[in-house]
Every structure is written in structure tokens, then in C-alpha cells.
């Protein structure tokens, strides 16, 4: 498995993970990881970090953390099940990829085609519905389903 982190400002860095992952292992990760990654995207302090909602990533003492080091952070909703690194494969069309070849394979896949990250900002908002402010005008479930649909479904 890899923890890996990119934004529009290009790719951070990429840990290899041996063995379990747990709440302790990741906050480890984060703290070695993510701010250095930060600092050499020169995103500053002012940045959201966007996760799913695996156990470890919501646990108490990781948000403990996030609040401790005063980053914000978002985390997969209903409406969009989805976090961007998986809106972005799924805009690239490897959605599906990610069942056949494993983590690690795809994220170093993945990685190589951040390169380009202009291309994968133009292909997200090609697909992406733009989301609105007002909660009541929010796509639904079933229309996010529609748009990052993979092609083998």
C-alpha cells in the first residue's frame, strides 16, 4: 500500500507502507509527509486535505491532529462518495482499474500521469458538474453515479 498527496500545484510524496496501516501509522505518515509536502508545493498553511472516510482517517486522534496543526480537511458526503484523488482516476476512466490492480500498482500509474497535472484540472472540470453553494441545488446521488461512471459498468 502507498500514501501518496497532489494538488494543482504538482505531486507531493509517495511512502511505500509496510504491513497494517492503523490511526498511529498514519498520523506518523502525515507528520513526516504531508507538511513537507505542503512546503515544497509552496501551498503555505491555506490548504484543504481531502480523505475518505476509512476508520483511521476519521478517528478521534487524527482529527486531534489536523486541529493541533490547524489544517483543514474534508471527507468523502453522501452526495459526493467520492474524494478527489478518485474523482480524478475516474475522469482519466481508470475508476476501474483500481479493483484489478491493486494499490500500489495504480498509485504509481497514477503518479506518472500527475505529470501533467494541467490535463487532469481540464479533464475534471470537463466532467465534473459544478458544485453549488446552495445545499438544495446539489447533484444527487444518482446523477454523480452518471458522470463518473466507468466505462465497463
Known sequence: MVW????????????KIDGKMDG????TILEENLMESAKDLRLGWRFVFQQDND?????????EWFKNKHIQGTMATTAVPE???F???????WGSLYTWCGVDLLSIAVWKAMVSIVYIRQT?????PAIKKNQK?????E????IFKSKED
Open 24 to 27: 498511529a501509522k498514519y498520523r
Open 124 to 128: 475534471m472540470q470537463s466532467v465534473s
Open 87 to 93: 474523482l480524478a482516476l475516474r475522469a482519466l476512466g
Open 143 to 146: 446523477q454523480w453515479d452518471t
Open 4 to 15: 501518496a498527496c497532489f494538488s494543482s500545484a504538482g505531486t507531493g510524496k509517495m511512502v
Open 83 to 85: 474524494t478527489g484523488a
Open 55 to 63: 476508520p483511521k482517517h476519521k478517528a478521534k486522534s487524527t482529527m
Open 137 to 141: 441545488d446539489q447533484p444527487t446521488q
